[in-house]
C-alpha cells in the first residue's frame, strides 16, 4: 500500500509552484518559470524518495498555460533534460505518479469549444507524463463534469468524446465519482463501459451517495473490479469532512482515529490511498506511520525532530509530554503521539510561548551569530513584546539565520512553515 499527497509540499524550501500572467506569457519568462517549477518538482520528488513516500500528484500548473496557444514555447524540448532527471528518480523509487486537471476540463459539455478546450488539456497533462517516461499505471485523474439537466445524455455525451481522444490520453483516463452530480454507481456504470478505472472518493459519497446506498466497503470492492494489471493497483481518494466548513471541504490534517477505522475495512491492503488533506505530505507520513508493517521508534523520533519546536510555540506542557512519550525506547505510541500533537495544533498562540520557542531556536546560533544579527534578534523579539513587530518578522530572521549557518537540523524543522 501506498498513501500519497497532492501538488504541494510543506516544510520543504524552494518547493513553490510559479505561475505567469498571460501578458507576460512571452518564450523567455515562460522559459524561466519552467525551469523554477520543474525544479521545485525534484525538490518534492527527493523528498518523497527520502520519506518512502511512492504516491504523488503533480500540479496541473507544472507549467503554464500548458494547454493554451499562449505558450508557444516547445517546452518538452527545452526543458527535456530536466523532464528526464525527474522522471529517472520516479522511475528508479517505483514512485506512482498522477495529474488531476481542474473544474475547466469538462469532457461532457455540450459546447464544442469546452469540450475541444478539455481535449487539448488532456493531451497536455499525457505528454507532462510522457516526458517523465512513465508508464500506464501513472494516471490522469477526471470527474465525469455536468449533467445539464439530463444525466444520462451527460454520461453517453462523455463516452462519445472519450472516443476522441488520443489512445494515450485514454490509457491513462480514469474516472472519479463527484460530490453533486455524479455519483459512484453511475461512474462505475460509466468505466465499466469505456473500460477504464474508478477512483472511488469517500466524501464525495459520503455527501452524494447513490440511491442503492451501501457503505466504502462495498464501494471500494465493485471499483475494484475495474482496474486491471496493466492500470497498477487500485487507488482511491481519501479525506474528511472540516467542521462547521461547506460539505466537502477538507481537514487541515488527518485525524488519525478516524482514519485507522476506515483503514482496518479495507479488504485490499496493498490499496493506493491518495489524501486530500491541507497539511498534505504531513498528514501522508502521520498515516503512513500508522499504518506501517515495520513500526519503529526511530520513526517517531524523526517525525519529533520536525515538529518539536512548533510544538513548543504551542504548549510545552504537550511538548514534555511528547518527551516523556518517546523515552520508552521498545514502544510505538503512534497514536498517542500523533494526538498530541494535534491537540497542540488546537491551542491558542501565546506571546511568552511565542519568546520561548524563538530563544530555543536562537540558541542553535547565539555563539555564531555577528553583533549585528545578535541586535536584530533582540529588536524583533521587542517590537512582537510591545506589539509593534510580528511573530512572522522574528521567525524570517531566525530562518535567514539558518540558512546562513546551514543548520540542516532546523531546515527540515516545520516551526518555520507550520503558522
Same mark, same amino acid.
Given at each position: 500500500?501506498? /498513501?500519497?499527497?497532492?501538488?504541494?509540499?510543506?516544510?520543504?524550501?524552494?518547493?513553490?509552484?510559479?505561475?505567469?500572467?498571460?501578458?507576460?506569457?512571452?518564450?523567455?519568462?515562460?522559459?524561466?518559470?519552467?525551469?523554477?517549477?520543474?525544479?521545485? *518538482?525534484?525538490?518534492? /520528488?527527493?523528498?518523497?524518495?527520502?520519506?518512502?513516500?511512492?504516491?504523488?500528484?503533480?500540479?496541473?500548473?507544472?507549467?503554464?498555460?500548458?494547454?493554451?496557444?499562449?505558450?508557444?514555447?516547445?517546452?518538452?524540448?527545452?526543458?527535456?533534460?530536466?523532464?528526464?532527471?525527474?522522471?529517472?528518480?520516479?522511475?528508479?523509487?517505483?514512485?506512482?505518479?498522477?495529474?488531476?486537471?481542474?473544474?475547466?476540463?469538462?469532457?461532457?459539455?455540450?459546447?464544442?469549444?469546452?469540450?475541444?478546450?478539455?481535449?487539448?488539456?488532456?493531451?497536455?497533462?499525457?505528454?507532462?507524463?510522457?516526458?517523465?517516461?512513465?508508464?500506464?499505471?501513472?494516471?490522469?485523474?477526471?470527474?465525469?463534469?455536468?449533467?445539464?439537466?439530463?444525466?444520462?445524455?451527460?454520461?453517453?455525451?462523455?463516452?462519445?468524446?472519450?472516443?476522441? *481522444?488520443?489512445?494515450?490520453?485514454?490509457?491513462?483516463?480514469?474516472?472519479?465519482?463527484?460530490?453533486?452530480?455524479?455519483?459512484?454507481?453511475?461512474? *462505475?456504470?460509466?468505466?465499466?463501459?469505456?473500460?477504464?478505472?474508478?477512483?472511488?472518493?469517500?466524501?464525495?459519497?459520503?455527501?452524494?451517495?447513490?440511491?442503492?446506498?451501501?457503505?466504502?466497503?462495498?464501494?471500494?470492492?465493485?471499483?475494484?473490479?475495474?482496474?486491471?494489471?496493466?492500470?497498477?493497483?487500485?487507488? /482511491?481518494?481519501?479525506?474528511?469532512?472540516?467542521?462547521?466548513?461547506?460539505?466537502?471541504?477538507?481537514?487541515?490534517?488527518?485525524?488519525?482515529?478516524?482514519?485507522?477505522?476506515?483503514?482496518?475495512?479495507?479488504?485490499?491492503?496493498?490499496?493506493?490511498?491518495?489524501?486530500?488533506?491541507?497539511?498534505?505530505?504531513?498528514?501522508?507520513?502521520?498515516?503512513?506511520?500508522?499504518?506501517?508493517?515495520?513500526?519503529?521508534?526511530?520513526?517517531?523520533?524523526?517525525?519529533?525532530?520536525?515538529?518539536?519546536?512548533?510544538?513548543?510555540?504551542?504548549?510545552?506542557?504537550?511538548?514534555?509530554?511528547?518527551?516523556? *512519550?518517546?523515552?520508552?525506547?521498545?514502544?510505538?505510541?503512534?497514536?498517542?503521539?500523533?494526538?498530541? /500533537?494535534?491537540?497542540?495544533?488546537?491551542?491558542?498562540?501565546?506571546?511568552?510561548?511565542?519568546?520561548?520557542?524563538?530563544?530555543?531556536?536562537?540558541?542553535?546560533?547565539?555563539?555564531?551569530?555577528?553583533?549585528?544579527?545578535?541586535?536584530?534578534?533582540?529588536?524583533?523579539?521587542?517590537?512582537?513584546?510591545?506589539?509593534?513587530?510580528?511573530?512572522?518578522?522574528?521567525?524570517?530572521?531566525?530562518?535567514?539565520?539558518?540558512?546562513?549557518?546551514?543548520?540542516?537540523?532546523?531546515?527540515?524543522?516545520?516551526?518555520?512553515?507550520?503558522?
Amino acid at each position: 500500500m501506498s /498513501i500519497g499527497y497532492a501538488c504541494l509540499n510543506i516544510g520543504t524550501p524552494d518547493t513553490n509552484i510559479r505561475s505567469v500572467m498571460q501578458r507576460n506569457a512571452t518564450p523567455e519568462k515562460l522559459t524561466e518559470v519552467i525551469a523554477h517549477n520543474l525544479a521545485a *518538482l525534484e525538490k518534492m /520528488i527527493d523528498y518523497n524518495r527520502k520519506n518512502n513516500i511512492q504516491l504523488f500528484r503533480i500540479s496541473s500548473d507544472l507549467i503554464p498555460f500548458g494547454s493554451s496557444p499562449v505558450n508557444t514555447l516547445p517546452w518538452w524540448d527545452v526543458h527535456a533534460e530536466a523532464f528526464q532527471r525527474i522522471g529517472a528518480k520516479i522511475r528508479k523509487s517505483s514512485m506512482r505518479v498522477s495529474f488531476h486537471p481542474g473544474q475547466y476540463t469538462v469532457l461532457n459539455s455540450p459546447d464544442e469549444d469546452v469540450v475541444a478546450r478539455a481535449i487539448l488539456d488532456l493531451e497536455y497533462h499525457a505528454k507532462m507524463l510522457e516526458c517523465l517516461d512513465v508508464d500506464n499505471k501513472n494516471k490522469i485523474v477526471l470527474h465525469v463534469g455536468g449533467s445539464y439537466g439530463d444525466k444520462a445524455a451527460a454520461l453517453e455525451r462523455f463516452a462519445t468524446n472519450f472516443k476522441r *481522444l488520443p489512445e494515450s490520453v485514454q490509457n491513462r483516463l480514469i474516472i472519479e465519482n463527484d460530490d453533486r452530480l455524479h455519483n459512484i454507481e453511475d461512474v *462505475l456504470g460509466l468505466a465499466f463501459r469505456l473500460q477504464i478505472p474508478a477512483v472511488y472518493d469517500n466524501l464525495h459519497h459520503a455527501i452524494n451517495p447513490p440511491p442503492a446506498g451501501a457503505d466504502d466497503r462495498y464501494w471500494i470492492a465493485a471499483a475494484a473490479k475495474t482496474w486491471k494489471a496493466k492500470d497498477g493497483r487500485q487507488k /482511491i481518494h481519501y479525506s474528511q469532512q472540516a467542521l462547521g466548513k461547506r460539505p466537502g471541504a477538507h481537514t487541515d490534517t488527518i485525524q488519525l482515529d478516524t482514519f485507522l477505522t476506515f483503514h482496518e475495512q479495507l479488504e485490499d491492503k496493498q490499496i493506493d490511498i491518495m489524501l486530500e488533506v491541507k497539511d498534505k505530505n504531513l498528514s501522508a507520513i502521520k498515516c503512513q506511520n500508522a499504518t506501517t508493517t515495520a513500526p519503529k521508534p526511530v520513526l517517531l523520533e524523526k517525525e519529533w525532530g520536525r515538529y518539536k519546536y512548533t510544538v513548543l510555540e504551542r504548549s510545552p506542557a504537550i511538548y514534555q509530554a511528547i518527551r516523556t *512519550l518517546l523515552k520508552d525506547k521498545e514502544a510505538y505510541p503512534v497514536q498517542e503521539f500523533y494526538h498530541l /500533537i494535534d491537540t497542540a495544533f488546537a491551542e491558542e498562540l501565546h506571546p511568552g510561548q511565542t519568546e520561548n520557542a524563538a530563544a530555543h531556536v536562537w540558541g542553535y546560533f547565539k555563539k555564531h551569530a555577528t553583533e549585528t544579527e545578535r541586535k536584530q534578534y533582540e529588536k524583533n523579539l521587542a517590537n512582537y513584546r510591545n506589539g509593534s513587530g510580528t511573530r512572522a518578522t522574528l521567525k524570517r530572521h531566525l530562518f535567514r539565520l539558518a540558512q546562513k549557518y546551514e543548520s540542516e537540523y532546523l531546515l527540515q524543522s516545520l516551526y518555520f512553515y507550520l503558522s
